[in-house]
Every structure is written in C-alpha cells, then in structure tokens.
C-alpha cells in the first residue's frame, strides 16, 4: 500500500462524495421528499454527517484495496467497467433491493437509486482503473 493506493483513496473518496451528493442529494432529493417520513429531517441528518464521512473513507478504501490486488495488465477502460459492474452486484443492487423489502420505499424511488448508484459505481470503477493504468509504452 504505497502513494498510489493512498492517492488513489482520497480521488475515489472525493468522486464518491460529490457522486453521491449528485445522485442522492440533487437527482432523488424530490423522490426522498415525498417519502419524508421514511427518513431524518435535513437539519437531523447533519448532526449524523460525520457517520457518511466515515462510511465513505471505508467505502473508498476497500474499493481502491479490492481494484489494486485483482487489477490486470489489460486496458484499463473496460476493466474498470467490469469492476464497476461487479460491485455494484455485490453492493448498490442488493442493497437497495433489501432496503426496498424492509422499508416501505416506492418501487420506482428503488430503480432510481439502483440506476443512479449504479451509474456512478461504473464511474467509480474507470477512475480507480485509471488511477491504476499501466504506463505507455514505447
């Protein structure tokens, strides 16, 4: 784990920060409004915003740590795509499928967040790839 992982952490923490206020702050704040009861008032949740700093350092950590021991010597474009994919199967699909099972969310609020989430962890996957890349040959 040298400067690499290290640079690579706080590209992927900042992406993710300002990926998921787009998503989940701008793109669904209408959807999560009409489901206010579901959730902390804004003022509410600030007091609790240290909690997604912390859970977005771990997320960005893992994530960088996962990418740099499978990464292969292939263009790194559509390999950071699959992993992108990959993860968001393992984390954004699931997660949001379950949250939809226990809590009274509305079906379409659901595939939002599965397609924006989504979105932004293909995003995630090509710059932590290029973040990786192998360097130019000559």
């Known amino acids: 784990m040298g400067k690499k992982f290290f640079v690579a952490w706080i590209v992927i923490f900042i992406v993710w920060m300002g990926g998921s206020f ?17 959730f902390r008032t804004e003022a509410d949740s600030q007091a609790f915003f240290p909690w997604m700093i912390l859970a977005h350092v771990m997320l960005s950590g893992a994530l960088v740590w996962i990418y740099s021991r499978g990464a292969e010597a292939l263009p790194w474009v559509p390999q ?26 509305p079906g379409m609020t659901v595939v ?26 000559s």
Request: hydrophobic residues 55%; charged residues 10%.
């Open 22 to 38: 787009v998503v989940h702050g701008v793109l669904l704040h209408d959807d999560y409004a009409k489901s206010a009861g579901l």
């Open 112 to 137: 939002k967040q599965i397609i924006f989430d989504g979105i932004l962890t293909l995003i995630l996957g090509v710059v932590v790839a290029f973040m990786y890349r192998s360097p130019a040959r």
């Open 80 to 105: 950071g795509l699959r992993f992108g994919l990959a993860i968001a199967l393992l984390t954004v699909i699931p997660t949001h499928i379950i949250y939809y099972v226990v809590q009274p969310m």
